[in-house]
């Protein structure tokens, strides 16, 4: 297995960005591409955090790159999309928690342990493509709508999933990994890089983006969601 590079690693801290004003756009209304509504009203305390439809936005660069690697795909396959954008102060909040967590998992790690741990889950928020609308959460389904196997549930953390939520993780069925390939091969394409801790995290213009591609800066950096109701 290649190198991981984490979001915690200061290689990433240290990209410039450039940013390039592109607006976000809301892919409900300006993609093609199925939406999956899960991530609409979650359960998970963060309400207040969370504008509407806010999880429906991407910048329209990667917007753009998602038709691209949708239309590589077989025709009885389509993406998923279940989430992009999202506000730097919800960003805050899931790693905060996640970092929570392994504290009460792991009382002996000191900070940077646990910052780096909690890093293959959750992007720390001064970095994460999420808030800058350049990543994107998504799967495969057929063209029924109907979630395709890919080894684990969307969202399975490290602990849960024994590690099976790492894209090249071995422990999960020839379909599942046939799956992550055929995901995998179509995004790359198109121009995304995905995060490997996480196998439904792929995305463009943002720090990591560039790092893994050699960019002199990434395109985008945080970003404020507005309505577009």
């Known amino acids: 297995m290649s190198e991981i590079i984490l979001m915690s690693d200061p290689r990433v801290a240290a990209i410039p960005v450039t940013e390039c004003g ?3 756009v809301n892919v409900r209304t300006d ?3 199925r939406v999956d509504d899960r991530q609409r009203d979650p359960d998970d305390g963060f309400a207040h955090l969370r ?3 806010a999880f429906a936005q991407l910048r329209a660069g990667v ?3 998602l038709l691209k690697a949708q239309s590589l795909l077989p ?3 389509r993406l998923l999309f279940v989430e992009g954008y999202r506000p730097l102060a919800l960003q805050r909040a899931y790693f905060e928690e996640y970092t929570d967590e392994l504290r009460a998992l792991h009382p002996d790690w000191p900070a940077e342990r646990l910052h780096a741990a909690a890093s293959r889950y959750v992007s720390p928020p001064e970095i994460s493509p999420h808030s800058a609308g350049a990543a994107v959460d998504l799967t495969l389904a057929d063209a029924d709508g ?3 196997d890919l080894g684990t549930r969307m969202n399975a953390d490290p602990e849960e999933s024994e590690g099976a939520c790492y894209t090249d993780a071995l422990n999960i069925s020839a379909r599942a990994r046939a799956h ?3 995901l995998g091969s179509v995004l790359t394409a198109a121009g995304l890089v995905n995060y490997p801790t996480e196998w439904w995290h792929w995305s463009y213009g943002d720090r990591y983006w560039a790092l893994l591609t ?3 800066a990434a395109r985008y950096g945080p970003t404020e969601h507005t309505s577009t109701a």
């Open 146 to 148: 109907r979630e395709l």
């Open 31 to 33: 993609g093609g591409l």
């Open 75 to 77: 025709p009885e396959v």
């Open 214 to 216: 050699g960019a002199d």
């Open 63 to 65: 917007l753009e790159r």
């Open 180 to 182: 992550r390939e055929l």
């Open 51 to 53: 504008p509407a439809d």
């Open 22 to 24: 592109e607006q976000l």
